[in-house]
């Protein structure tokens, strides 16, 4: 499995991205297979406040609910829409297309713990979900 | 962990391995959606070995087989299965099975989760009576083929003539000296057959049913996943979700296959449960939205809690958020309007009728 180097994770599978002043958040693909075909993803409405360690959504699968978590306390920037139509694309391209929202965080302490690459696929490899 | 005799077979292809009851098991090759779609128009290959099967010989089988199933079994023929719970004194289900009878013996398939309970249960109730009591499970393999297309690609590959078998009935012969039993049931909501082989023979029998590794053919290899989704459309209970220890078969909905007019173990209860009326029943629910009713979750009316979700899935056949529950009888005509607590949110959801999905004949 590939993952990518230019982001970090947590253990509940969420990846978290630098890109300006925001953190793009996902879910990786070692999540997407555990979960199996996904059929929605509820995100919040831009504007609304995550905690650090709380859920900001949920994701729906056939076999499945899960929460997505966020590593920072700060507010939605952005949310992709592309989500709404087109679940399935979590499955297919976790890391780039189906990003989730974008975060604009309050403070950044919470990356610090985080996992790099090399962690997260052992953390993975260990059987956790 | 235990493996099935396809056990390779899964892996070569590639399939997303689970432990299922013990069992390394295929909850899906390509994806849910597609095997589950691929069933509903096509045929798909299941992986049933790991559910129990169990073999009775002697003179007291019939005797003991009625003590404990729930459905009388005086009328079964010779080539014939019937589906039935196996329940506690108190109507507690332990396990959903089917007995068949052969013409000396009879066989019982069980739910893997129950295989070992099931066991001791009969050894327990066989105790004074002429029975001979024999666990195959290892010894054999069980796979099922459903579909529109499952019956003419059997009758057209194997020369077994199962078109002309009534559901709930069974063909067996041998060839080669292999020994093969086919039954003209599933657990899907299509038609098709299930079977029972030698454990040694049944990685001969797979490239009869799927070529190419299964990713084009008229038959594909459908995991657990699919299969969960196929019976939720067909409303099929699943032990561990419908069916449990705290349900009697007639609140599970399931009253079909009792009959109180025989004694079995269960049948006082259930004849008072009965008598009383049941205070609780098992029903459809469509939601609103794409939130899905897990397991476990409340369902509420009015903010205030009147029964608990079994099952629920995205219908793919649908397109509808569907799930079971038990809810107070008091709501469960169909139509009525009762809420999902979803933890943080709360869906609406309006009680129908099951199934979600019927078969076209």
Same mark, same amino acid.
């Given at each position: ?43 919040? =409405?831009? %504007? ?32 992709? =829409? ?9 499955? %297919? ?5 189906? @990003? ?23 953390? !993975? ?5 | ?46 992986? /049933? ?11 007291? /089988? ?47 398939? !069980? ?40 019956? $003419? ?17 069974? &063909?067996?012969? $041998? &060839? ?33 049913? &799927? ?50 007019? /025989?004694?079995? /173990? ?22 609103? %939205? ?15 809690? &009147? ?15 569907? =799930? ?6 008091? @709501?469960?005509?169909? %139509? ?26």
């Amino acid at each position: 499995m590939k993952i990518p180097t230019d982001r970090k994770y947590l253990a509940t599978h969420e990846w978290f991205k630098p890109e300006g002043d925001l953190l793009v958040v996902g879910i990786s693909q070692f999540a997407a297979d555990e979960l199996t075909d996904i059929t929605f993803v509820d995100l919040p =409405a831009v %504007g609304t406040k995550v905690q650090a360690g709380k859920a900001f959504g949920e994701i729906e699968s056939v076999k499945a609910t899960a929460e997505l978590i966020s590593a920072v306390s700060g507010a939605v920037a952005e949310i992709n =829409a592309a989500l709404a139509d087109a679940p399935e694309l979590v499955n %297919g391209d976790p890391f780039h297309k189906a @990003w989730m929202v974008k975060i604009k965080p309050g403070d950044r302490s919470g990356l610090d713990a985080l996992m790099d690459a090399a962690a997260y696929e052992s953390h !993975c490899a260990a059987g956790a979900h | 962990m235990l493996q099935t005799p396809l056990h390779d077979f899964h892996v070569s292809l590639g399939a997303k391995m689970v432990d299922f009851a013990g069992w390394h098991m295929p909850v899906y090759y390509r994806g849910i959606t597609e095997e589950h779609v691929h069933t509903r128009t096509n045929a798909s290959l299941f992986d /049933v070995s790991h559910m129990g099967r169990i073999r009775f010989d002697g003179p007291d /089988v019939q005797a003991l087989l009625q003590h404990v199933c729930t459905r009388n079994l005086k009328d079964t023929a010779v080539g014939q299965s019937k589906y039935a719970h196996v329940c506690r004194e108190d109507g507690g289900i332990l396990d959903d099975v089917i007995v068949s009878r052969h013409a000396g013996h009879w066989v019982m398939v !069980c739910n893997a989760s129950n295989r070992e309970k099931i066991l001791a249960w009969l050894h327990r109730h066989s105790a004074g009576r002429k029975t001979d009591i024999l666990d195959q499970t290892l010894d054999t393999a069980m796979f099922a083929v459903q579909g529109p297309a499952a019956v $003419s690609l059997v009758e057209s590959r194997f020369g077994v003539p199962v078109g002309s078998l009534k559901r709930y009935w069974f &063909v067996e012969g $041998s &060839v080669l000296g292999m020994d093969y039993c086919i039954y003209r049931s599933g657990y899907t909501g299509e038609d098709g057959v299930e079977a029972i082989v030698p454990a040694a023979a049944v990685a001969m029998i797979l490239p009869y049913l &799927v070529s190419d590794g299964g990713a084009s053919g008229e038959c594909r290899p459908a995991g657990l996943g699919a299969r969960d989704t196929l019976r939720m459309e067909a409303a099929m209970p699943l032990y561990g979700h419908e069916l449990t220890e705290d349900v009697d078969t007639l609140s599970a909905g399931q009253g079909w296959c009792v009959d109180l007019s /025989v004694d079995f /173990v269960g049948a006082a209860a259930m004849r008072a449960i009965k008598a009383v009326g049941l205070r609780k029943k098992l029903v459809g629910l469509e939601l609103e %939205g794409k939130r899905i009713a897990r397991q476990g979750y409340p369902i509420v009316r009015d903010g205030a809690p &009147v029964g608990t979700i079994t099952s629920g899935t995205m219908s793919l056949t649908l397109d509808k958020s569907i =799930a079971m529950g038990f809810l107070a009888t008091e @709501w469960t005509e169909p %139509g009525t309007h009762v809420s999902i607590d979803l933890g943080r949110k709360e869906a609406p959801a309006r009680v129908v009728p099951l199934p979600f999905y019927r078969r076209a004949k």
